[in-house]
């Protein structure tokens, strides 16, 4: 397993592109965390500081921290689909494959380089949530800061599931540009099911068969905190209550299509000729 | 003889052309094989199903004693197909560590290989800047990192000058000469004759001959001969049932034997009857011909 997770490591951190791509990807989150941690003066006519909001305190900093830091996911995902690309454009895969690498090693090594970047996110998130929680947040006692750390279990699982997505994608097309194209026409393609199944049956049905697709499934892990933070602001109004928490039965969806993902993709590469 | 690669019956179909048809051959330790046929003769695809990247639609092939995975083998065999593939963006050497962690090999092999094909000093200049030749040569170089039991060429020499060309061939001769069992697969027939023992003749999929390079067409071979009384000559040669096929070109008289006989008894024969020779050649057809007979024949 080392061994393959050191094979695409090389081949991913000497590639000038990719190590920007994943600079950004990590260094970008991080940024915008500690900015928005900061009191920003605007010049002396008011200073902004979003810690006063009350959105840094445990435990609702995790589910905030978790639902920001995905949004940046797309700078991996654009490296996950290169890192397919670019074995078919410069045909090292067919290489690799003669060099005595099974097909199975691979996707394999792909995949641990995934759930590799996955979990350093997860982690670098958890380390910068944790200090800047502990500096802001108004309770500090241990048992509240553990609740809802769910949050990084999910934001791990939705990474890895994102990101197989992305690596299907690219074997499928075998060009970087075509699967980032993909991605987005995956996201209309869920929506205009989900509107055929509201018009011929009902909105309620069409929702809960929504929750099964790929990209709704790993949205729903984390849902926005937005409607959260109002409620914390006016506890009274009864109508802003939702469910935002994670549960095991998404996390196993996602889990499920990653599963189905990467065995898709090991069949292409099987079937195919080089 | 020891079999590093035995093919069963093996079969390609793309559709409805099949590239590989009904093909079976071994390869000894110790030999050096090459496989000859015109372009889309099914030489590469042949290489490609055995190598792991192409899917086979019928038959059987093993490495070694067939004991091992396709791809557990791979790491003892060393292989280039057509154009060297490396990733561009890499030094020569850390290409070559990427292949040493795929082999399971020591790195300190790099320096060693990048010595035998001269890119010693080449070696942290990236990739993208080389020249085609020196390409190829990394390609050897790779192949070699693990001291392989078998070294597999599909056109080595393809699209490269003549400097780079003499260059391959000359690394392919050592490499031969130390007793690696080579395959090469080529449609220049002077570059097969020139380094192997065997052949294995493909047209449209289909093996037409397989075995030694100098009895791949049963013939006696022919004599090449001129002599001032050319009527006569040819009119004895025509009633004589030694010889069979008889071509004249200008005054050079080309007859195809039936039988065996050197050029001592026909020296003899022609003065007893009279005619004296004033060019007289036994010659074996060379590859080319053989070839060309064998593949027309069809």
């Not at chain 1, 928005?36 to 995790?62: D, Q, V």
């Not at chain 1, 639902?67 to 995902?77: G, Y």
């Not at chain 1, 750390?149 to 599931?161: P, R």
């Not at chain 2, 397989?210 to 001032?228: A, N, Q, T, W, Y």
Request: hydrophobic content about 45%; aromatic content about 14%; glycine content about 6%.
């Amino acid at each position: 397993m080392l061994r393959l997770l050191n094979l695409e490591l090389q081949k991913l951190l000497l590639n000038r592109t990719s190590k920007v791509l994943i600079f950004i990807s990590f260094v970008l989150p991080f940024t915008v965390l500690i900015l928005s941690s900061i009191k920003i003066n605007f010049f002396g006519f008011f200073t902004l500081e979003l810690g006063e909001l009350g959105i840094f305190n445990f435990p609702i900093i995790w589910h905030i921290t978790t639902f920001f830091a995905s949004q940046f996911k797309f700078f991996f995902a654009i490296v996950v689909v290169s890192m397919i690309g670019n074995e078919y454009s410069n045909k090292t895969l067919k290489q690799n494959l003669i060099d005595g690498l099974s097909k199975k090693e691979f996707i394999l090594s792909k995949f641990y380089t995934i759930v590799f970047f996955s979990l350093i996110a997860t982690l670098l998130i958890a380390l910068a949530s944790f200090f800047i929680g502990l500096y802001y947040s108004s309770y500090t006692e241990a048992a509240i800061i553990v609740r809802e750390t769910s949050f990084l279990l999910a934001y791990f699982v939705k990474l890895i599931g994102f990101f197989s997505l992305c690596l299907f994608f690219g074997m499928l097309v075998k060009r970087s540009a075509f699967a980032l194209a993909f991605l987005f026409i995956l996201y209309i393609l869920e929506w205009i099911v989900f509107g055929i199944i509201s018009w011929q049956a009902n909105m309620d049905l069409a929702g809960k068969i929504q929750n099964f697709f790929p990209l709704k499934s790993m949205y729903n892990l984390i849902d926005q905190p937005f409607q959260r933070v109002m409620m914390t602001k006016f506890p009274e109004k009864g109508d802003l209550m939702y469910d935002y928490a994670v549960h095991w039965y998404e996390i196993f969806i996602v889990l499920g299509w990653t599963a189905i993902f990467i065995f898709l993709s090991y069949r292409l590469l099987k079937k195919r000729d080089l | 003889m020891e079999p590093i690669l035995t093919i069963n019956n093996l079969t390609k179909k793309f559709g409805f052309l099949t590239a590989v048809n009904d093909l079976s051959f071994t390869i000894n330790k110790g030999n050096v094989y090459g496989i000859l046929g015109p372009n889309g003769s099914g030489k590469s695809t042949t290489l490609g199903i055995v190598l792991n990247v192409v899917n086979k639609t019928s038959g059987n092939f093993k490495w070694f004693n067939g004991t091992v995975d396709t791809h557990d083998a791979l790491k003892k065999v060393g292989a280039i197909i057509e154009r060297p593939n490396f990733y561009p963006y890499m030094t020569a050497a850390q290409n070559l560590k990427l292949v040493c962690k795929i082999k399971g090999v020591d790195y300190a092999k790099i320096d060693e290989k990048l010595e035998v094909v001269n890119l010693l000093d080449r070696k942290d200049h990236k990739f993208s800047t080389y020249s085609l030749g020196m390409k190829q040569r990394l390609a050897i170089a790779s192949a070699l990192l693990n001291d392989p039991e078998i070294l597999i060429l599909d056109e080595p020499t393809n699209g490269l000058d003549p400097q780079g060309i003499h260059q391959i061939r000359q690394i392919i001769k050592e490499i031969a000469n130390q007793g690696t069992t080579i395959l090469l697969a080529s449609h220049l027939l002077d570059e097969v004759e020139k380094v192997c023992s065997h052949v294995v003749v493909l047209r449209k999929g289909v093996k037409l001959y397989s075995g030694r390079v100098d009895e791949m067409i049963s013939s006696h071979g022919f004599f090449e001969l001129k002599c001032d009384k050319q009527e006569h000559l040819l009119e004895y040669l025509k009633s004589n049932p030694d010889f069979g096929t008889i071509k004249v070109e200008n005054d050079l008289i080309t007859a195809f034997l039936n039988e065996p006989m050197d050029a001592v008894t026909f020296n003899k024969l022609m003065f007893e009857k009279g005619m004296v020779l004033s060019h007289l050649v036994k010659r074996k057809e060379s590859l080319e011909e053989q070839f060309l007979q064998l593949t027309d024949k069809l």
